[in-house]
């Protein structure tokens, strides 16, 4: 298995966030379009194994009296991880076309 | 504007666990999370839901490097080993006596706690022991307690069931005294431990039945249940149930074995090897509804959930009830207690207990024993390996320049530290293994070692080992590894003056513990000597006594008494005969009311009463105060009394008394006193002399007491068993050297007198080895020093009593702290003896100059050997 559902969930939500993704705006995002409500510990580790998995590359943001002076890690979906979601989603299409009674049309 | 921080243990644990890496922007997240709960909600919900967070973030891809990259931490462990065994070798006395002192530490703390454990699990196997309680009764006149006794009248039990809806059940048990004769196939066994007991006391208290029914067994009148051992001691291997065997109860009755328990566990305040109904008893009036006789232990059963207190609280409302007006008229009052069942053994001793109890007293002082034992066997370990510290600076010094950090140097040194105590505690282990009989022989009690398998002891036991093991490894651990490198290696390191300080004061508190343990023990021995070797008022030497029949009827025994007696008088061996209901060494059971003939029922007062014969006064030569001994040409009924009776009859003194009337308060009969004789001892010095009235009986029916001459004891006994023999045939011939019996009193005594003595000795051998231990690391620090005096011109004596006078510095101060607290705890102690020594001088300073002594010999071998060192060899290389 390349991608957990959650961490392919993560990595979602990195892409669309574009240059703004950081933890506690993943957190946030997953929250109001998805209804999920991980705990940041949940989060981070997802975050980490995207990381080394390659999925992910991060970069320092700058420190904030907000954050205790600590950096934000900002997160942006790499190349392969864009060509892993196609991969993994172009399975789960070629699967479900052979569910029968599956219509895969988009609202 | 709310605090704005989040809560700092979590925040701190997550710094804790967590890698730099991670951290970074983890903590800044949840930093952010919180500020947003928080202007949103409380502040006790945010900092909730941070340390939430926090834990939500404990995970293995948070962690810290350092917990994984050190897989030399567990590498090292192997040569930690290495290490912790090279300097076992290396100070092999040390190690060895540290192993030792521990060992043996550990072990006598675990056999005192052994020996704890069974003294406060009486009574406790029962399966509803929280929910019984004794009566104890005690009877005032004028206000002055005249008796406080376990046993009570019949009538209470039921009447207390009759009237609290919270009483369940109660029942009743009458004691058989010293015993009687049960007969099998004509084979007599005289059997001491015997009661009759009521229906509901198997159902109350829980011996289990063997054979028989619960429902059943008891309920009927002449049935008898009986103890596995005694079925087997008396019927053999025949099948007990339906067996009648004949029990001597006023007259030889035929009794049916209805069942067979389990033989009485040994923490069982009631022991009996025989039970019989107590229907039997009915014919004799007095054992159902009487308010008159006090020879009835009365247990009650509470229901689930019923206050003790709440009862007791209505118990003098019940007095008031069924005896106000009768007790008022006398000037007198009854007071009932509840005694709860686990209590009995420990709290409670009263007149006509079931067994001599023993005492929380000795309990606490034995806990306190035990703690002071292991504490100064862990101080030792920590004395002596912070002074060894010194030694080891260097070592520590290389491996930090190695790279070792101040974490893996307290890992190494806890390790030795777990070494030696694991040792410590195999070593203990085998040391109770190997000790137990004698353990056992030494306090008289069945310690069984089951004890251990017992999940709550062995974790409390695991516990506080552990404790000990943190304990005595965090000092040295704080002290050794916080050396500061370059101080060490350059060989400037200094005692540091706290860490001495805080030596000093173990050191103290060691030899403060020692000297007051070997003081308490010494005033114990003494105590209990003073009460062995008092003169009791008679001579109790060179008796024979020997238990009367029982197997007989009154009328034979009287025909047959003149001519035993005189039989025995023409022994050349036998210098006096003598007939009596009690003798001295055991609790006077019959206690009867008396008062002076013209005066009303009001003055009625509780005396012990003993029937004698005329030999009885100068047979055991016990002196007359006034008037005289009885004789056979007695007119008129006469007693003898003693000087506590005449105390409590109000009569002026002993002269005053003779020629008196009593009146005996039960059958209103008249006696005149005729003699007063001196207090003497009937019971161990424990007890205080008792009212005692003597009635004359020729034929008093209890016990023969023999005064012999010296001669050849084994002779004399068979001659006088021919002789019963042939006058009671049937009888078994039963007899006891009267000063062996009078000394059983201190049989608990004794024991307890040897274990403490034991154990005092032990604690001040461990203090000893850490002292010689210590004072060998300080000599040796101190060679250098030594050397520079010698070179100038001090000779080994001052130099030897310079050495010296630190530690006989601290053992001055140790007795000086010791002497006060000891004399509170022996005077506390003492006050519960009617008759004791008094607290001299001496008592403390022979085991304060002892210790001195056995000190300073501990402490010169070493310093001796520095002082006669040669300067040369320890000055030349500086």
């Given amino acids: ?107 | 504007m709310k605090d704005q921080h989040p809560p700092r243990w979590p925040d701190r644990f997550l710094r804790w666990f967590c890698s730099e890496e991670v951290l970074e922007s983890l903590q800044g997240d949840l930093y952010e999370l919180y500020r947003k709960r928080l202007a949103k909600s409380r502040k006790l919900v945010a900092d909730l839901f941070f340390a939430f967070d926090v834990i939500s973030a404990c995970r293995p891809f948070a962690f810290s490097k350092r917990w994984y990259l050190n897989s030399n931490n567990n590498f090292m462990i192997g040569h930690y080993l290495k290490v912790s065994a090279r300097n076992l070798v290396r100070y092999k006395i040390y190690s060895f006596l540290n192993i030792l002192g521990l060992a043996i530490a550990i072990a006598s703390s675990v056999i005192i706690y052994q020996y704890v454990l069974f003294e406060t699990s009486y009574d406790s196997f029962h399966s509803n022991a929280d929910r019984i309680f004794r009566i104890r009764f005690d009877y005032y006149k004028d206000g002055q307690s005249e008796r406080g006794g376990a046993s009570a009248y019949s009538a209470i039990g039921p009447a207390l069931q009759h009237d609290y809806p919270e009483v369940e059940s109660f029942t009743r048990l009458i004691s058989f005294g010293d015993g009687t004769v049960v007969t099998y196939n004509n084979q007599p066994h005289f059997e001491k431990k015997m009661f009759y007991a009521e229906a509901s006391f198997l159902k109350v208290f829980s011996f289990p039945l063997i054979k028989g029914d619960v429902e059943t067994a008891l309920s009927q009148p002449n049935t008898i249940l009986i103890s596995e051992s005694a079925a087997r001691r008396i019927l053999g291997n025949e099948e007990p149930i339906s067996k009648i065997i004949q029990v001597f109860s006023d007259q030889p009755t035929p009794m049916q074995i209805v069942g067979v328990f389990k033989d009485v566990p040994a923490n069982s305040h009631i022991k009996f090897d025989f039970l019989v109904s107590y229907a039997t008893t009915y014919p004799w009036g007095w054992t159902q509804n009487d308010w008159g006789r006090l020879n009835t232990y009365t247990y009650i059963l509470l229901n689930q959930g019923a206050d003790f207190h709440k009862l007791q609280a209505k118990l003098p409302a019940f007095i008031e009830k069924y005896e106000g007006d009768a007790l008022r008229s006398t000037a007198s009052w009854e007071e009932l207690t509840l005694q709860p069942l686990v209590d009995i053994h420990l709290h409670s001793n009263l007149v006509c207990e079931l067994e001599i109890n023993g005492n929380y007293k000795i309990i606490f002082f034995l806990i306190i024993m035990a703690v002071f034992i292991i504490l100064i066997a862990w101080i030792n370990y920590i004395n002596v390996s912070s002074a060894n510290a010194l030694d080891r600076a260097k070592e520590v010094g290389i491996r930090k320049v190695a790279g070792a950090n101040h974490r893996q140097i307290a890992l190494q040194f806890f390790f030795e530290t777990a070494v030696i105590n694991c040792m410590a505690i195999a070593t203990a282990a085998i040391l109770i293994f190997t000790a137990h009989p004698y353990i056992e022989a030494l306090v008289g009690k069945p310690l069984t070692l089951a004890v251990f398998m017992d999940l709550k002891v062995l974790v409390t036991l695991l516990a506080i080992l552990l404790f000990g093991i943190i304990l005595t490894g965090a000092y040295p651990v704080v002290a050794i590894s916080s050396f500061a490198i370059a101080s060490v290696l350059k060989g400037e390191l200094k005692r540091s003056p706290t860490g001495w300080m805080l030596k000093k004061g173990l050191v103290i508190f060691q030899f403060t513990a020692s000297i007051g343990l070997i003081i308490s023990t010494m005033a114990v021995y003494q105590q209990i000597k003073h009460m062995q070797h008092q003169k009791l008022g008679i001579a109790i030497d060179q008796f024979l006594v020997v238990t009367a029949p029982q197997q007989i009827s009154d009328s034979t025994f009287v025909a047959q008494i003149e001519p035993f007696k005189n039989g025995l008088l023409q022994l050349p061996q036998v210098s006096y005969v003598t007939a009596s209901t009690a003798v001295p060494g055991e609790e006077v059971s019959r206690i009867q009311n008396f008062r002076i003939a013209d005066k009303t029922e009001e003055f009625n007062s509780f005396f012990r009463v003993i029937g004698i014969d005329d030999n009885f006064m100068p047979a055991y030569q016990s002196s007359f105060v006034s008037g005289r001994n009885f004789s056979h040409e007695l007119k008129r009924p006469s007693v003898i009394i003693n000087e506590a009776a005449v105390e409590r009859l109000k009569f002026k003194d002993a002269q005053d008394a003779i020629g008196q009337a009593v009146l005996w308060g039960e059958r209103n009969t008249v006696f005149e006193v005729i003699g007063v004789i001196r207090n003497y001892h009937q019971q161990s010095l424990k007890n205080d002399f008792h009212p005692t009235i003597f009635f004359y009986n020729p034929a008093a029916w209890g016990y023969f007491s023999l005064k012999l001459s010296k001669a050849d004891l084994q002779s004399t006994i068979s001659q006088v068993e021919k002789n019963w023999k042939s006058l009671f045939p049937g009888n078994p011939f039963t007899f006891f050297f009267l000063d062996d019996f009078f000394n059983q009193q201190y049989k608990e005594d004794w024991q307890f007198t040897r274990m403490i003595t034991v154990f005092s000795v032990v604690t001040i051998f461990i203090a000893c080895l850490g002292l010689f231990s210590l004072s060998y690391f300080t000599a040796v620090q101190r060679t250098k020093e030594v050397g520079i005096r010698k070179v100038l011109g001090a000779d080994v004596s001052s130099v030897i009593s310079l050495l010296l006078k630190d530690f006989v510095i601290l053992i001055v101060i140790a007795n000086l702290v010791a002497w006060p607290l000891s004399y509170l705890v022996i005077s506390k102690w003492l006050e519960g003896y009617a008759f004791h020594i008094d607290i001299t001088p001496s008592l403390f300073l022979v085991p304060g100059m002892m210790v001195m002594l056995i000190g300073v010999l501990t402490v010169s071998y070493h310093t001796s050997r520095v002082a006669r060192t040669n300067p040369v060899n320890v000055l030349r290389l500086d």
């Fill in chain 1, 1 to 107: 298995m390349k991608l957990a559902a959650f961490e392919e969930l993560v990595l979602l939500v990195v892409g669309t966030l574009g240059d703004e993704a950081y933890g506690v705006a993943i957190k946030e995002t997953l929250q109001e379009k998805l209804g999920k409500n991980p705990s940041i510990g949940a989060l981070h580790s997802a975050l980490y194994r995207l990381e080394s998995k390659g999925y992910v590359a991060t970069r320092e943001g700058g420190a904030t009296a907000e954050r205790g002076g600590r950096r934000k890690k900002f997160y942006r979906i790499t190349a392969y991880g864009i060509r892993t979601l196609e991969e993994v989603n172009e399975m789960r299409v070629k699967l479900a076309r052979q569910v029968p009674g599956l219509k895969l049309g988009f609202k």
